[in-house]
């Protein structure tokens, strides 16, 4: 079975830092997705990244970038110039490419702070 | 497009009564999955569905627990007998499957319940 660790259960970042959230996964499968979704009070899952692992070029999109290990099983998130409306749970996840088994991490409670 | 919605957003009901949720997924999303998330934790897989069949029902968490879908569209999701421990945030999510395997999936914004 898959799994998902967030070590990091809260974080907190001055407004226009980075802060980088981590993630480390458990997986005896080749071919997966992982994911980082943000959760704000509105409680809507709201994905932030993709990164499928046969990519060796980390994804980024706009201000979030990651940082894929595949042989560490690592799979950070780098949030740049951080802005208020960031602060949320970010919940990283790993899915196999061959179904749809799914796994989330615990999360990361991130404050920025003006 | 539209996203996915889910009805009701809250629902407070008594112990022991049995409720429904619903989810609609984005149009032409034939992968479904219903997850739970109690408060202050990560989300708990449920249930998913590929078109009305749901071939994993490994995480509904006891049999008072049940989903169905319909025309691959809406799925309601039933919890009989309810119990206080099933407070949570129920939310479902939606994705296409493709030739090249699963695509992402889209979050609905949950269903708030809280048993007395």
């Known amino acids: 079975a898959q799994t998902v660790t967030q070590s990091q259960p809260e974080m907190s970042v001055q407004e226009a830092e980075t802060v980088t959230l981590s993630c480390t996964y458990d997986?005896?499968?080749?071919?997966?997705?992982l994911f980082w979704y943000k959760q704000p009070p509105s409680r809507q899952m709201i994905l932030v990244i993709r990164?499928?692992?046969?990519?060796?070029q980390n994804a980024t999109e706009n201000r979030f970038s990651v940082n894929f290990q595949k042989a560490a099983k690592s799979f950070s998130l780098k949030i740049s110039d951080s802005q208020l409306g960031d602060t949320a749970m970010y919940f990283c996840a790993f899915m196999k490419r061959a179904n749809n088994d799914m796994r989330f991490g615990a999360g990361t409670r991130l404050t920025v702070k003006p | 497009g539209a996203g996915v919605s889910q009805s009701p957003s809250n629902k407070v009901t008594e112990k022991g009564k049995d409720v429904e949720l619903r989810c609609d997924p984005i149009?032409?999303?034939?992968?479904l999955y219903w997850y739970r998330q109690r408060l202050g934790q990560g989300l708990e897989f449920l249930i998913y569905?590929?078109?009305?069949?749901?071939?994993?029902k490994s995480g509904l968490p006891s049999d008072r627990f049940s989903a169905e879908r319909t025309g691959e569209s809406v799925s309601t999701l039933t919890i009989q007998r309810t119990q206080q421990e099933d407070s949570a945030v129920y939310l479902c999510a939606s994705s296409q499957v493709r030739d090249s395997g699963t695509d992402t999936q889209y979050f609905g914004p949950g269903t708030r319940l809280t048993v007395l």
């Open positions: 997986t005896s499968e080749n071919n997966y997705y």
């Open positions: 990164q499928e692992a046969y990519k060796q």
């Open positions: 569905f590929q078109g009305n069949s749901a071939p994993d």
């Open positions: 149009s032409g999303h034939t992968a």
